[in-house]
């Protein structure tokens, strides 16, 4: 297995623009949680990671979802849910902001192993394969709404909680009419 700090640096080769942006930082060291892998790095002057050294405190830590991989690689937006930043606040979000940023040249890559057409073809059939994955969810999750609305009521329609929320908010109202009503009549006494 390729270990994280290889895998990030050669991400970060790809994308000139990135080591630039790290440097800053050089000295710092981040650990990297993506349950249940963990590696610590430290990031040297020329805007790369190297394994930080043993029993090294960590000023940032960036703990991933393993859902948030899946959608970085699919290329769907990150979700609040799908990170933690814990320690120096500047570091683990400059860092995972740089993350969120970084395009990995996969096509490149497989080029190199496999040759350029079949590369295209392979990285083209995996598009579509997540596009048809896509739609297939989409449709199911739609029948499945469709029939916990209409066949097995498990899902309340849009128009039904309307109409529940505003017989909630009349009775509301009332409840406070009638206590008006009753605390003159008390008082009236």
């Keep these: 297995m ?3 700090y290889a895998a990030l640096n ?16 050089a000295g710092k060291t981040v650990c990297f949680n993506l349950p249940p892998i963990s590696s610590t790095v430290t990031i040297v002057d020329g805007g790369e990671f190297v394994p930080a050294v043993e029993n090294a405190i960590a000023d940032a830590t960036i703990t991933l979802s393993p859902l948030a991989v899946l959608r970085r690689l699919t290329g769907q937006p ?14 683990a979000a400059s860092v995972g ?33 997540v596009q048809e994955g896509r739609r297939q969810v989409e449709s199911l999750a739609g029948m499945l709404a469709e029939y916990w609305q209409e066949e097995q009521p498990l899902i309340a329609k849009k128009r039904h909680l309307q109409e529940f929320a505003a017989g909630v908010d009349a009775l509301r109202a009332d409840v406070e009419r009638l206590q008006q009503r009753l605390v003159k009549l008390e008082s009236s006494r």
């Design 10 to 25: 050669h991400v970060l080769r790809q994308n000139a623009w990135a080591a630039d942006r790290l440097q800053p930082y």
């Design 78 to 91: 990150a979700q609040p849910d799908d990170y933690q930043l814990q320690g120096d606040a500047e570091l």
């Design 97 to 129: 902001s740089l993350l969120q940023q970084l395009e990995w040249e996969y096509e490149e890559d497989l080029s190199r192993l496999i040759g350029d057409i079949p590369a295209q073809q392979l990285v083209g059939l995996g598009r579509r394969t």
């Design 2 to 4: 390729i270990p994280i």
